[in-house]
């Protein structure tokens, strides 16, 4: 009899451990793929900003023109360069916030594509927001789209990026998000 | 029993260091993302310190540079900034027009680094336009030449020598009414001046360009006598003379000379740039000596005096006004070119 009560309580015992390691293990692999999820949108969003940066930064550099931003909308920019500092080179390079990405949980998530010349690449797929403001000299806001010698005023451009995770991270539909926003102030406008 | 139990608990053990190292992995690398993008964006920000403190040095007339800069020689700025290093270089693009510069900027910040390659151009502030050797707008007008002392309108270099050209030579004294140039003609025979010795036209009203240059003198002299060197054709420099000074001696002086009192010359004293009297019952007087003045003079104010005994010289010179408005500290720069 005692025997019995020993296997029966060892049984009880062992089921309660294995339930505990199983919990335990879920939640750290939970936690593990938001962690790698967050990774990831960071990562993107920082080389994101930094591409966007890198070009804003640019923007009429060796362009004789006054017109240096052709296109000047609140989800698309285009403009002059000389991109690589190739002599006597223009370039032009275009952003455009383009349509919902079909395939991912996510309903926000749109893609951003990047032209350089004629040249287009895809270069994220994981945008809910892409919105640009322009100002000029005296740091007043311009209306969306700018258009005609205003375009020719334009002095500063506010970048606002937000990339969300293409699925939610478990069953609580939340999405991981990252957020970036900066004031460029283009030296050769 | 007791076996399965330690195997589970070491399965446990395994299994939770190998997700919490995971979980560790991808925290670490996630902030080492953030420091990399906080890295670029320092250095960034240390590139353009580094223009600016470039700048400063010009702004401030520090000769260590702008010397070499005028002789055509690139230099180097070296300097630790924001826990960053910053490398700094500065050229004239043609040191005889000294109005385009050349930056170039390095800058290192952990791993991190960023370049800048900018061309500036710098151009002089608006300057008072100086129609004559001497031009008179005071009222009434205080003229006197004694002795054989010299106003001379034709364009000389600041050696003293006349220019190749006639065609920017002026007026020996530019006077505001007819009735000034009859006190003026008195003394014609002191006088040279091309197209004319005495030329009635409106004077240009230094007085908005007063202030800043008071504000930002480099030199102010309340009384006194005062020798000695004062700037240099290449880092010419502001003075501000709010009293009774007199200036004697061997010395010289570069750049705009402010007065609101009374400067004498004496000696062998030499003014380079511009002069101008502000301000009521100025005089500016050359009572002995050879002194001379390159560069040319305005008078305004009521009841300012301008008088002239001895040897003493006023030649009219573009060069040396030129000079004078390259004071760095006047000079404005504008962005022609900026590759980051």
């Known amino acids: 009899m005692s025997i019995m009560m020993d296997l029966i309580g060892s049984s009880i015992l062992l089921g309660t451990l294995v339930l505990a390691v199983l919990g335990i293990n879920i939640n750290m692999s939970n936690e593990r793929g938001a962690s790698a999820t967050e990774f990831h949108v960071q990562t993107e969003l920082i080389q994101l900003g930094r591409i966007v940066e890198f070009d804003l930064y640019k923007i009429g550099y060796d362009i004789a023109s006054n017109r240096k931003i052709i296109t000047a909308d609140s989800s698309r920019i285009k403009f002059k360069t000389n991109l690589w500092n190739i002599p006597g080179k223009t370039d032009s390079v275009e952003y455009i916030l383009g349509n919902y990405v079909a395939v991912s949980t996510n309903p926000r998530d749109r893609v951003l594509t990047r032209y350089e010349n004629t040249t287009g690449v895809l270069i994220n797929y994981s945008i809910t927001r892409f919105k640009l403001t322009y100002y000029n000299s005296r740091d007043l806001l311009l209306a969306t789209p700018v258009t005609g010698n205003n375009l020719d005023s334009i002095r500063s451009i506010k970048i606002y990026l937000t990339l969300e995770s293409p699925d939610p991270l478990g069953a609580d539909s939340s999405y991981v998000a990252g957020y970036y926003s900066k004031l460029v102030y283009p030296r050769n406008l | ?340």
């Open chain 2, 1 to 340: 029993m007791g076996r399965l139990a330690l195997v589970l608990i070491v399965i446990l053990g395994f299994t939770t260091g190998i997700v919490t190292y995971s979980i560790n992995l991808s925290k670490r690398y996630t902030i080492e993302n953030v420091v990399g993008f906080e890295k670029y964006t320092t250095a960034r920000n240390i590139a353009h310190t580094g223009v600016n403190l470039m700048l400063h040095k010009l702004d401030t007339g520090d000769t260590t540079f702008i010397n070499p800069l005028n002789r055509g020689q690139k230099l180097w700025l070296v300097k630790n900034v924001m826990s960053g290093l910053c490398s700094i270089s500065v050229k004239l693009t043609n040191p005889a027009a000294l109005d385009t510069v050349d930056l170039t900027s390095k800058s290192m910040y952990g791993d991190s680094t960023y370049n800048m390659r900018l061309r500036l151009q710098r151009f002089p502030k608006p300057f008072p336009t100086v129609g004559g050797a001497v031009s008179l707008a005071g009222t009434p007008t205080v003229f006197t030449m004694n002795g054989t002392p010299n106003i001379d309108g034709r364009d000389h270099l600041m050696n003293g020598s006349l220019t190749g050209s006639r065609a920017t030579d002026t007026v020996g004294v530019a006077v505001a009414t007819a009735a000034e140039s009859v006190a003026v003609s008195v003394y014609n025979s002191k006088i040279i001046g091309d197209p004319a010795k005495i030329g009635v036209q409106p004077i240009d009203d230094p007085g908005s360009y007063v202030p800043e240059y008071i504000s930002g003198a480099d030199y102010t002299w309340t009384g006194g006598n005062i020798s000695g060197n004062f700037g240099t054709a290449a880092a010419p420099v502001i003075g501000y003379v709010h009293g009774n000074v007199t200036f004697a001696g061997s010395g010289s002086f570069y750049g705009v000379l402010v007065v609101d009192g009374v400067i004498d010359m004496q000696g062998t004293y030499d003014i380079y740039g511009l002069v101008i009297c502000t301000g009521d019952s100025n005089t500016v007087q050359t009572s002995a000596g050879t002194p001379e003045i390159h560069g040319g003079i305005i008078v305004t104010g009521v009841g300012s005096k301008f008088s002239m005994k001895g040897t003493a010289d006023v030649q009219y010179s573009s060069q040396a006004l030129n000079m004078a408005k390259y004071i760095p500290k006047l000079l404005a720069y504008k962005i022609m070119k900026w590759y980051e």
